[in-house]
């Protein structure tokens, strides 16, 4: 289970939210809601590990994050907001790279694969520099596919640039990891067709 209690974040000399509590349990989905520039991407940064609150606890397991990082970032998988390629590189190198860079050992079969499912089976070999922004999103969440085995994911606005039939696609893989146990703690601005309606964190109500 995350568990997060009192936190407050400090971005500058500006307290954007303090007192933001929740937990998520097995099998839950979380949407982290509110208007531009309310904390989101900061709230998840901070579950993340990524950077430190001003105040708060978070914690995975009973424990908290700063003492049990390595088995924290283990159970984790985390996607930004942008998708971090290498435009010199194919889609196939990319998410090679990006598996290794996490210690996930998959090889590059499961790899194929896992692009294949996303719909990007015709631009495997393509430098990443030529593809559009629904297929640059695509090659990052094809690692939803490799990593099952984490039980967290954080996903920063996966929805975006993506067509209606890959955004059925993507709910629809983040209702399954739910469904088997997993976690999903998400921001989006958009309604997306999950199995279950997610719960809703509301980050406007804890803002400053
Ligand atoms: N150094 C700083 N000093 C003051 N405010 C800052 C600083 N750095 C970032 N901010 C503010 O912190 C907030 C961080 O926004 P964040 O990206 O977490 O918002 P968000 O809710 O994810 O927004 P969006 O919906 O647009 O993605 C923004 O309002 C930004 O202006």
Sequence with gaps: MLEVESLACLKGDRLLFRDLAFRLQAGGLLRVAGPNGVGKTSLLRL??????????????????????????????LYLGHAAALNDLLSPLENLRFACAAAGDAVDAEDCVQALQRIGLADQLDLPARVLS???????????????????????????????????ADLAATLSQHCEAGG???????????????????????FAC
């Design 47 to 76: 579950v993340t590990g990524l950077a430190l609150p001003e105040a708060g606890e978070i914690r995975w397991r009973g424990e908290s994050i700063r003492r049990a990082r390595e088995a924290f970032h283990g159970d984790l």
């Design 183 to 205: 976690m999903v703690m998400l921001t989006t601005h958009q309604d997306a067709p999950f199995a279950r309606p997610p719960e809703v964190l509301d980050v406007g109500v």
């Design 133 to 167: 922004q629904g297929q640059r999103r695509r090659v990052g969440l094809a690692r939803l596919f490799l990593s099952n085995a984490r039980p967290l994911w954080v996903l920063d606005e996966p929805f975006t640039a993506l067509d209606v039939r890959a955004v």
